[in-house]
Antibody, heavy 116, light 107 residues
Framework: EVQLVESGGGLVQPGGSLRLSCAPSGLTVSINYMSWVRQAPGKGLEWVSVIYSGGRTYYADSVKGRFTISRDNSKNTWHLQMNSLRVEDTAVYYC??????????WGQGTLVTVSS | YVLTQPPSVSVAPGKTARITCGGN??????VHWYQQKPGQAPVLVIY???DRPSGIPERFSGSNSGNTATLTISWVEAGDEADYYCQVWDSSSDHLVFGGGTKLTVL
């Protein structure tokens, strides 16, 4: 069974930075894309960013220019570098992957709290 | 690209629940559906409009045509109570889009 494990969440002040990580375990298929999806308290799912195996990246308008998605091939780990954090970035962040555009693999989520 | 879902749907046990997802010409896109229970990560229940991942009961089915995609849950059980989200990839903006979510209540 494929599992994705996130880490790196925590409390940060507005304007600060945080780097989230996502590592798969039990993987028997290649990961062709990895997205970050967030969920603010009591709200719905919001897509943040995606990276494809070829290196293409895309971002939601709300984070473009502040967040950077990347992959460390040597460690088979994906990252989300979050800079210039705002209070409205407070959410549980999930990494997710799957097949043919769907997301059948999700991490357990990591909480990011932006507050002074 | 905007996906519109009803905020809530209520259904009695044993009945059929239908959750809609509206979008401009959504029938031309591939729609995926997720179930999320409180405190848990989302679970894929339907992909590519109507396919079921392994382990998802046959009670869950999907359809997609015109401007509306529909998730149908037959013989609803108490354990189906959850939030449900539709999702597409919008190639015109290169953005992944989720619907606002529908809270399914089993009466």
């Amino acid at each position: 069974e494929v599992q994705l494990v996130e880490s790196g969440g925590g409390l940060v002040q507005p304007g600060g930075s945080l780097r989230l990580s996502c590592a798969p375990s039990g993987l028997t298929v290649s990961i062709n894309y990895m997205s970050w999806v967030r969920q603010a308290p009591g709200k719905g799912l919001e897509w943040v960013s995606v990276i494809y195996s070829g290196g293409r990246t895309y971002y939601a308008d709300s984070v473009k220019g502040r967040f950077t998605i990347s992959r460390d091939n040597s460690k088979n780990t994906w990252h989300l570098q979050m800079n210039s954090l705002r209070v409205e970035d407070t959410a549980v962040y999930y990494c997710a992957s799957g097949i043919s555009g769907s997301y059948g693999y999700w991490g357990q989520g990591t909480l990011v709290t932006v507050s002074s | 690209y905007v996906l519109t879902q009803p905020p809530s749907v209520s259904v009695a046990p044993g009945k059929t629940a239908r959750i809609t997802c509206g979008g401009n010409n959504i029938g031309s896109k591939s729609v995926h559906w997720y179930q999320q229970k409180p405190g848990q990560a989302p679970v894929l229940v339907i992909y590519h409009d109507s396919d079921r991942p392994s382990g998802i009961p046959e009670r869950f089915s999907g359809s997609n045509s015109g401007n509306t995609a529909t998730l149908t849950i037959s013989w609803v059980e108490a354990g189906d109570e959850a939030d449900y989200y539709c999702q597409v990839w919008d190639s015109s903006s290169d953005h992944l889009v989720f619907g606002g979510g529908t809270k399914l209540t089993v009466l």
